[in-house]
């Protein structure tokens, strides 16, 4: 095995050990285990029909900004647009409160 996969080896296990550290996750984990045991094809058609909503969904449903600059910024990772648009959000939340 080379260096590269050791090292990717690892980071995944530290971030399931991460991801399953809390109950409700390691409850969620279960369950879509369970769910996928118990009928695989149904399962992966209910995973591959979930992704294809989600990918056909306009960006201003998945929780993107409208404007289509600062859309386009928060998709290619930008971290001050995404900054922004958060600082945003919170206050439309307090001035709608």
């Known amino acids: 095995m080379g260096k590269l996969t050791k090292i990717v080896g690892a980071a995944g296990a530290v971030a399931a050990g991460v991801l399953l550290s809390k109950k409700e996750n390691r409850d969620i984990v279960k369950q879509e285990v369970k769910q996928a045991m118990n009928d695989p ?3 992966s058609t209910k ?12 960006e ?13 910024m928060v998709s290619e990772g930008a971290l ?3 900054n922004y648009y958060n600082k945003r959000q919170e206050e439309e939340k307090q001035t709608a409160q």
């Not at 995973?47 to 306009?58: C, G, M, V």
């Not at 201003?60 to 386009?72: F, T, V, Y």
């Open 80 to 82: 001050t647009s995404v």
């Open 41 to 43: 094809k149904g399962y």
């Open 47 to 58: 995973l591959l029909d979930k992704a294809l909503r989600r990918r056909n969904k306009p």
């Open 60 to 72: 201003s449903e998945l929780g993107m900004p409208k404007d289509p600059q600062d859309a386009k």
